[in-house]
């Protein structure tokens, strides 16, 4: 049983489409990531929030705390936004909990 | 800045082999952690440290072993690698800001075990 889970796992898209990218827990949480993992492996946080909303230039992370559910929205997308996309929770203890990704293809 | 920085980025070893990948990180964090990364799979936790000198273990912590000498390093030793430890390797650390963490990443080891 995966604490997160992720959809899609994979998603290509032409460039300029709005991209919605979805992660369900099961575990209370303190806070949710969404991570960034491009081809060559290094892993970037793109947010961490606790409830509402954040915006970063054309990324956008939404949290809905009661239904245990956030969404990676990427407005305008462009093919160096081709990456996986890891969301991750930090549990009540010590750890973190992370989906097994969600792999973006963007075609020009 | 450095951040978090791992050493070695690839590796191959022959079964029965040993050897350490190394972690250090320049931001003063606390917490630091050793995760796995397989194919279809989310980063398992191997081992984690709360601050230097404690150690706990994570998900997967068999085969493996830590150590947090001092704040920056965190050290990660395989005694006798096995072919089922082929995987992707990252350290990271995390610091509390206010109510949130933030996580940091090293750039990964790819261990070959044959």
């Known amino acids: 049983k995966n604490e997160v889970e992720q959809s899609p796992q994979n998603l290509t898209a032409q460039e300029g489409e709005f991209i919605t990218i979805n992660c369900s827990y099961s575990?209370?949480?303190?806070?949710l990531h969404w991570l960034q993992q491009h081809p060559g492996g290094g892993i970037v946080s793109l947010f961490m929030l606790s409830s509402g909303k954040k915006k970063h230039g054309r990324l956008i992370a939404t949290i809905n705390i009661q239904e245990k559910h956030s969404s990676l929205h990427i407005t305008a997308s462009h093919p160096r936004d081709s990456a996986v996309y890891i969301c991750a929770v930090k549990g009540t203890g010590n750890q973190f909990y992370f989906g097994t990704g969600t792999s973006l293809t963007v075609i020009p | 800045n450095a951040g978090v920085t791992q050493t070695p980025k690839f590796q191959v070893l022959k079964t029965g082999q040993s050897m350490t990948l190394q972690c250090a990180q320049d931001m003063n964090h606390n917490s630091m952690y050793w995760y796995r990364q397989d194919p279809g799979m989310g980063l398992r936790l191997i081992y984690y440290s709360a601050s230097e000198g404690t150690t706990d273990k994570g998900e997967v912590p068999n085969g493996y072993n830590v150590s947090r000498l001092n704040k920056r390093e965190f050290s990660l030793r395989l005694e006798s690698a096995a072919p089922s430890q082929t995987s992707v390797y990252f350290c990271?650390?995390?610091?509390?800001?206010?109510?949130?963490?933030?996580?940091?990443f090293g750039s990964g080891t790819q261990l070959s075990v044959l």
């Open positions: 990271a650390s995390s610091e509390l800001t206010g109510l949130l963490e933030k996580l940091f």
């Open positions: 575990v209370g949480i303190s806070a």
